[in-house]
């Protein structure tokens, strides 16, 4: 269906991608893989028309139409969020909006001919209208929208009302109603919370036509592409499994790599023994020939880099007492504009012990993060109350931390702000293990990227000797590699945990305990993720 050939992109010095070949084929679910900056987005771009490389074909078979979802969701306004994602529906909607037009036309007096006329191109259109699905579309659209959090009482909202995040799962359903042959989605799993995820996984292994998708959510990944394709250090390479077996066998690969090299050299260095040995030699004039020649004729195996990934070493700590929180018949309520209240939840009872890892789970609007700012001393509790336990120091990473940072400070002016107490070389030392080395650590704040950001507030968190880490969504805008060392540290971690995150890898591999904050109430579920899942799923 699509068929990449020898493609080339580079912008400037710098090589995205060389002698790129692949094929998207019928039904292909494929995971896009690569560090962050690797040319993944690039390589949307291209499929989907937006970008033309510097070298080599793409083709797309004819008469299949191509559907790309990007983070950058544009401009929206002047209409409902049903509509919004109706429109996305192409000539069925406008085909759609004719017949409305064709059929107020026939209400009007006019001559027979004029109606024959207009009965002939309404049937025709209808004819057109019923065989793409037409009458289904707005129940679709519908369908579509609920399933990714926006339920009927938003349908007719204006789409300038909703944040930057909804306006994404708007753009989202748009691209999904549209139905493509073949679809591109790049992160999809931003800003949605674990229920949508799980609807979307499901929408998307029903999905009857081929995907390309990136998603920094492993076990997201896994379950949905039985293809990976791996874009690193200008190479593109194809893997004939899921994630998983993609981490395995790009291990076996890179062995196979590094022995052929071991092997290539050893060759190399005994032809090169000969040429310095025998070179004056008239008598052997003829032998040193041969052997540059064919050592100038040998395709050298490079072994590329390996990608540069955090390496989080933690302080070491001082014991906090037993009891980390104690909450008890805890409420907050928000004040609306009208003079009214939100309860955001109530009665909420509760012990966090030492060394507790836990998840705070809900759906999204049911207050994990008003918890967590009351836990973190952010805000008062309106009712009840939630009291720190003795000798505990604490951090708080919110979704919102990185808003905190001073734009116009260097990485290594904001970290050394934050931690006035280490040396210079320290510093150096956190941030290049956190991914900021050379010149990197120079940049200003105000221009890195929402991942980057995210790794210089974790950077400083990490580096002080907090006892209770409060953790809102950390993993958002790490890619997968960032996510596994930040997971391994926190499974070293010996202190206490509380963390939300969407992310069910790493909570499948990190917590003991889950507290789910449902219809404003608390439930406690004493295990681990998988615990809890098993025992929702009985209740459900």
Known sequence: MVNLSNIKLAYGE?????????????NDKIGLVGPNGSGKTSLFRIISGEEHPDEGTVSVESGKTVGYFSQDVGEMKGHSALTEVLKGSGNIFAIGEELTELEHEMCEPMDDEAMDKLMNRYGELQME????????????????????GIGSDRWDDPVENFSGGWKMRIALARILLQNPDILLIDEPTNHLDV?????????????????????????????????????????????????????????????????????????????????????????????????????????RVVIPPEPKVMKIRLKELKRSGDIVVSMENLGKKWPLQNGTELSVFSGITGTIERTNKIALTGVNGAGKST??????????????????????????FSQYSSDLLNPDNTIFEEVAARLPDETMGSIKNLLGAFQFSGDDTDKKIGIL????????????????????????????????????????????????????????????????RVFEIDHGKMNVYEGDYDYYLSKTTEIS
Request: hydrophobic share 40%; aromatic share 8%.
């Open 129 to 148: 209208y019923q065989n793409k699905g037409g009458y289904t579309l707005e129940n679709d659209g519908k369908a579509i929208l609920n399933g990714l």
């Open 371 to 396: 918890l967590l700012k009351v836990i973190s001393e952010q805000t008062g509790a309106t009712e009840g109350t939630c009291t720190t336990g003795g000798s505990v120091s604490m951090g708080y």
């Open 195 to 299: 229920e949508t995820i799980v609807w979307l996984e499901e929408w998307l292994k029903e999905f009857k036509g081929s995907l390309v998708m990136t998603s920094h959510d492993r076990e997201f990944m896994t379950r949905i592409c039985n293809r990976t394709i791996e874009i690193a250090s200008g190479e593109i390479t194809m893997y004939s499994g899921d994630y998983d077996f993609y981490m395995r066998e790009r291990v076996i690969r890179r062995e196979q790599l590094v022995a052929s090299k071991k092997k290539q050299d050893a060759m190399l260095a005994k032809d090169e023994e000969f040429i310095a040995r025998f070179a004056a030699r008239a008598s052997h004039a003829a032998q040193v020939q041969s052997r540059v020649k064919k050592i100038e004729k040998i395709e």
């Open 14 to 26: 710098r090589v995205i991608f060389r002698n790129g070949t692949f094929l998207v084929r019928p």
């Open 449 to 512: 990227s929402g991942g980057e950001k995210s790794r210089v507030v974790l950077a400083c968190l990490m580096a002080q000797p907090l006892n209770f880490l409060i953790f809102d969504e950390p993993t958002n805008h790490l890619d997968i590699a960032s996510r596994e060392v930040l997971l391994e540290a926190l499974q070293e971690y010996e202190g206490t945990l509380i963390i939300v995150s969407h992310d069910r890898y790493f909570l499948k591999h990190l917590v003991n």
